[in-house]
T-cell receptor, first 112, second 115 residues
């Protein structure tokens, strides 16, 4: 069975600073996707970034980037130049077709 | 307008009530999902309707009953719920067949309180 672990229930960062959120997962599959979703107070989950397991190059989306270590089954999210609007719950997820498993989330607060 | 719309946004019900949650997606996707989000727990996948096939989590109690009349609409029928069923219920959709890990598009959820 696939499991996803986020070991940091809460984190905070000063505006304009950089923060890294951790995620580890467990699977015996070789072809899968990893995701980071953001859930602001509006409750709607929004995709932040997606990584294909067969690609060694780390995905980036503007200020968001990942550090994907397949052998270690680690998938961390780095947010650069943090903005107040980045305050939200962040969920790491593992997906194979329609089977998507989520971690328990990390609550990130960006302080002015 | 969001691509996935859920109603109602909030619902309070007694344990003997029967209610339904509604989800509609406007993205042309072919799969829809129900997730349960409880405080400090991972999102729990409850049901998937994908390409007319239904997949369910065997740990979901029978007091939750899904219905998917077409690829755009999804319902979750609730009856004789328990207080521990209080949670945020999220609907999502995706396009199955576009790869091994399709992106999910979520609605804003229904916050359910069972008294």
């Amino acid at each position: 069975a696939q499991t996803v672990t986020q070991s940091q229930p809460e984190m905070s960062v000063q505006e304009a600073e950089t923060v890294t959120l951790s995620c580890t997962y467990d699977t015996s599959e070789s072809n899968y996707y990893l995701f980071w979703y953001k859930q602001p107070p509006s409750r709607q989950m929004i995709l932040v970034i997606r990584q294909e397991a067969y690609k060694q190059q780390n995905a980036t989306e503007n200020r968001f980037s990942v550090n994907f270590q397949k052998a270690a089954k680690s998938f961390s999210l780095k947010i650069s130049d943090s903005q107040l609007g980045d305050t939200a719950m962040y969920f790491c997820a593992f997906g194979i077709r329609h089977d998507m498993r989520f971690g328990a989330g990390t609550r990130l607060t960006v302080k002015p | 307008e969001t691509g996935v719309t859920q109603t109602p946004r909030h619902l309070v019900m007694g344990m003997t009530n029967k209610k339904s949650l509604k989800c509609e997606q406007h993205l042309g996707h072919n799969a829809m999902y129900w997730y349960k989000q409880s405080a400090k727990k991972p999102l729990e996948l409850m049901f998937v309707y994908s390409l007319e096939e239904r997949v369910e989590n065997n740990s979901v109690p029978s007091r939750f009953s899904p219905e998917c009349p077409n690829s755009s609409h999804l319902f979750l029928h609730l009856h004789t719920l328990q207080p521990e069923d209080s949670a945020l219920y999220l609907c999502a959709s995706s396009q199955v067949g576009s790869g091994p890990g399709e992106k999910l598009f979520f609605g804003s959820g229904t916050q359910l309180s069972v008294l």
